[in-house]
């Protein structure tokens, strides 16, 4: 048994790094749910058994970013089902949400302008975004298939990523 | 000053988009500048919040969507490439690029210089490649490695656990039997012996034979074959099983007791055997390596199973 066990990698990370992952998630925001968060976050790792990682204090960190990026984001859904919610009520009293299918058919109708938001940015945006964020391709693995530099990535990246923050910055806007 | 907020509001929003690109990678390591980024005012990680919320928003509806985009022909032909790469990973990277396959081609052509590398039974090992790329050697494995090439590998039999840093221009390619596994950045264990071949995943995903079934498995999932059989089976595995050998631990799954004695044998060095008829019942259970080693005799508690010593050896069978 000269390898080290694999999962003692993450939990010996965890344990050597609590005070850090904790100053982590307070920079993020986290405030008194601190401690709940990386607790919850150590449980769900600790439960679902991960294999062996690579890097297991980046592989903690990411964990706990993802999870505060997840709150966040159903923060947010949560606000907008409520604005949503009044819209419709205000408008057609009296009535259960809209049918599941014309919700589709939104999603649909936005997926399709988000495409061709992406589209319009230069097929190379629109393929690196895809491949990094759909495919979850690493961006290095990413530059070497487009035959671009890891910078090159980045930059198509953030461009996407700027014209997705806009899209939802006029999207809110608009709900509001 | 209503313009100096605005510069300032963009400046923040700069910053993370640069922030939401890196950190999302998984090969970045720069948490403790990011966390010192985040703790330079509290207004980042807000910035940071909405840019990575409207990218995941994004990529959700891009994928809800569907490879095929219906109501606009002229998006449809622009995208082809990318919906091509979605549905095949190896077709949609041939695809990408013809200097691609190009290399890839160039890279079949050096020639082989292979060696072999051999664990007894009970003795472990890791064999460390270039760029980063492992592989740990449980008990009884022989492996082919090349000298001139540094992305291939043959399990030849016994169990071995893959860290693969990912190169598309070269994927690592592992043989087992006549089945092939093309890496796509990926921590995997390989076993293959004379009773069947299985790949769990644990990170990443590998590809498993290109050319012909071409099944993608991804983390938690275990593909295995029973040897002389053409069946194929997907199934869900738990993380912590995957590569357990390195912990010492074994787990029997309706294994015949045949697999276990070869399993034990491969593990502890110590020579198991079967008495009586070997299809005779399965065994399924969890088992510690090292208490073995010093008394195989705890097995008959363990498994349920008899254990006798037999010369050298142990030998197992159904009580």
């Given at each position: 048994?000269?390898?080290?066990?694999?999962?003692?990698?993450?939990?010996?990370?965890?344990?050597?790094?609590?005070?850090?992952?904790?100053?982590?998630?307070?920079?993020?925001?986290?405030?008194?749910?601190?401690?709940?968060?990386?607790?919850?976050?150590?449980?769900?790792?600790?439960?679902?058994?991960?294999?062996?990682?690579?890097?297991?204090?980046?592989?903690?960190?990411?964990?706990?970013?993802?999870?505060?990026?997840?709150?966040?984001?159903?923060?947010?859904?949560?606000?907008?089902?409520?604005?949503?919610?009044?819209?419709?009520?205000?408008?057609?009293?009296?009535?259960?949400?809209?049918?599941?299918?014309?919700?589709?058919?939104?999603?649909?109708?936005e997926a399709a302008q988000v495409l061709a938001m992406l589209n319009g940015l230069g097929p190379r945006v629109a393929m690196a975004f895809r491949r990094h964020r759909i495919d979850g391709i690493a961006q290095k693995a990413v530059a070497a298939e487009l035959g671009v530099s890891l910078s090159t990535v980045e930059s198509d990246l953030r461009t996407a990523y700027r014209a997705l923050a806009e899209w939802k910055a006029r999207a809110g806007g608009e709900a509001q | 000053m209503a313009s100096g907020e605005t510069n300032r509001d963009e400046t923040i929003r700069e910053q993370a988009l640069g922030w939401a690109v890196r950190t999302n990678d998984p090969g970045f390591t720069e948490w403790a500048a990011f966390t010192a980024w985040l703790e330079a005012e509290p207004a980042h990680a807000e910035a940071y919040d909405a840019v990575c919320a409207a990218v995941l928003d994004g990529a959700d509806l891009l994928r809800s969507a569907g490879p095929a985009n219906d109501g606009s022909p002229a998006e449809e032909t622009r995208l082809t490439p990318a919906a091509a790469t979605r549905r095949r990973w190896l077709g949609g990277a041939l695809a990408a690029s013809a200097a691609l396959v190009l290399g890839i081609g160039f890279w079949q052509r050096e020639r082989p210089a292979p060696f072999v590398i051999v664990t007894a039974p009970g003795e472990t090992r890791t064999v460390k490649l270039e760029n980063g790329t492992s592989i740990a050697l449980s008990g009884g494995t022989r492996i082919e490695l090349d000298h001139n090439d540094a992305r291939r590998a043959r399990l030849e039999r016994g169990e071995a656990l893959f860290t693969v840093r990912h190169d598309p221009k070269a994927p690592f390619q592992v043989a087992v039997g006549e089945d092939r596994l093309v890496d796509i950045g990926t921590v995997f264990d390989v076993r293959h012996d004379r009773h069947g071949m299985s790949v769990a995943v644990s990170e990443g995903a590998v590809q498993f034979n290109p050319e012909a079934e071409d099944v993608r498995i991804s983390p938690g999932q275990i593909l295995a074959r029973a040897a002389g059989s053409n069946r194929y089976v997907l199934s869900p595995i738990a993380m912590d099983r995957i590569g357990e050998w390195r912990e010492g631990r074994l787990t029997f799954e309706g294994a015949s007791l045949d697999q276990v004695a070869a399993e034990l044998t491969r593990t502890t060095g110590i020579p198991f055997s079967v008495r009586g008829a070997k299809n005779a019942g399965t065994v399924s259970g969890s088992v510690l390596i090292d208490p073995i080693r010093k008394d195989p005799g705890v097995l008959g508690s363990l498994l349920g199973l008899n254990v006798t010593p037999r010369g050298q050896g142990w030998v197992i069978g159904t009580p």
């Open positions: 048994m000269s390898a080290p066990p694999p999962n003692s990698g993450l939990e010996a990370a965890f344990l050597a790094h609590r005070q850090q992952l904790l100053r982590f998630l307070q920079a993020r925001g986290a405030g008194d749910a601190a401690e709940d968060i990386l607790h919850e976050v150590w449980i769900r790792i600790a439960t679902s058994g991960t294999g062996p990682v690579s890097a297991p204090l980046a592989y903690l960190h990411s964990a706990v970013n993802a999870a505060m990026i997840d709150r966040y984001r159903s923060q947010r859904q949560a606000e907008k089902r409520e604005r949503d919610w009044s819209g419709v009520h205000d408008a057609d009293s009296e009535t259960s949400p809209e049918p599941s299918a014309e919700r589709r058919l939104a999603a649909m109708q | -």
